[in-house]
């Protein structure tokens, strides 16, 4: 899960950023309206959390640019202005929550989990395809009612294509959302090819009946066999 925090505020934009680093999150940053402008549209991620007051320019309309564009990403607005008029405005746009500061971590961590299982789960507590089940709450993975182990990025994967089964995938894409933005600064994929190539394989030997193909050309599509 790939997270975009748009915060001016140093000491709070660190806080936030260590506390979802280490909740697994991938975790991307902006400081300024016009950063933050180029990553939330030129990139895709699960959940932006939008301070609205930036040094040089209104939050909002980077919502407002979102909507226009057709982005479906989760967003939180984190402002300290809580005013009805700007929570009635970020939700019309299309924001998903609205958290006032000043906000405990665990809270924050819960609205997350929330607007995602919302959008991507359907409100579901588990992901699941075919005979393969995934516990996000603690990262655990079952196939046909067993347990198996994964590596930290292998599981990120798997958690990749189960939120979006039979759908064509595209490789930088799915890089970006599992390795972060500047992926796309890697001389090459092949560390890539070399989790996907031990993911299909303990799935395979644990007997799954699920398989992420290779569609030569395009991408990857997670399809039941």
């Not at 909002?60 to 929570?87: F, G, H, P, Q």
């Not at 971590?105 to 819960?110: G, K, M, S």
Request: aromatic share 8%; charged share 30%; net charge negative.
């Amino acid at each position: 899960m790939k997270i975009l925090v748009i915060e001016d505020d140093n000491e709070l934009r660190e806080i936030i950023s260590r506390s979802l680093t280490a909740e697994r999150y991938v975790v991307e940053t902006a400081v300024t309206y016009r950063e933050a402008r180029q990553k939330a549209l030129g990139y895709e991620y699960d959940c932006i959390l939008l301070d609205i007051m930036l040094p040089d320019g209104n939050g909002l309309k980077i919502l407002s640019e979102m909507k226009r564009n057709d982005k479906d990403v989760n967003v939180i607005i984190l402002s300290a202005k809580d005013s009805l008029d700007d929570k009635v405005e970020g939700l019309n746009l299309g924001a998903d929550d609205y958290l006032p500061k000043p906000f405990h971590l665990a809270e924050l961590h819960a609205r997350i989990k929330s607007v995602l299982r919302r959008k991507q789960r359907d409100g579901q507590q588990l992901l699941q395809f075919g005979n393969v089940v995934i516990h996000p709450e603690s990262f655990k993975v079952e196939v046909a009612g067993k347990m198996i182990d994964l590596g930290r990025k292998e599981y990120d994967i798997l958690v990749y294509f189960m939120i979006r089964p039979n759908r064509l995938v595209e490789k930088h894409i799915m890089a970006e959302s599992v390795w972060g933005d500047y992926i796309d600064q890697a001389d090459s994929f092949d560390f890539i090819y070399a989790q996907m190539k031990n993911l299909r394989k303990r799935l395979k030997e644990a007997g799954a009946d699920i398989e992420i193909k290779t569609i030569y050309g395009f991408g990857y599509k997670l399809v039941q066999l």
